[in-house]
């Protein structure tokens, strides 16, 4: 099965995306991970004000098979999250890059996605290609 990876953003192993947009960075989970937790019927992410650390956990997305942790690709305070998901978090598998997205963070230091991986590649990582 293929799924989506949209072009503009940059995706981690652990299947968290970031799309930048200046020094906001919204994060969400990819089609991939939506896919592979099954039914989704819980998240927990931090509130605005908050901070966050590149490559710690933020929180935790949970399904009928499992509880996974989330981790932050980038580091910096969460200006929004996205209230809607946390409500209704089945609505997730609908639109993971839009409606989906979990978190806003401003970014204290964006060069720390250097190293995220594109489109291409996490696309090669997780079907194998």
Do not use: C
Request: without cysteine.
């Amino acid at each position: 099965m293929s799924f989506e990876y949209p072009e503009d953003l940059k995706y981690l192993d652990s299947h968290e995306y970031v799309r930048l947009d200046g020094d906001i960075a919204t994060i969400g989970i990819s089609a991939f991970a939506v896919d592979q937790l099954g039914d989704i019927v819980f998240i927990e992410v931090p509130q605005t004000g908050e901070a966050v650390t590149q490559g710690e956990v933020f929180g935790t997305i949970e399904s009928v098979k499992a509880v996974e942790d989330l981790y932050s690709p980038v580091t910096g305070t969460v200006v929004n999250s996205n209230q809607a998901m946390m409500d209704a978090p089945e609505q997730l598998a609908e639109d993971p890059y839009g409606e989906g997205w979990l978190l806003k963070i401003r970014l204290d230091d964006p060069s720390e996605l250097d190293g995220a991986l594109s489109a291409s590649q996490y696309r090669s990582q997780v079907e194998g290609d």
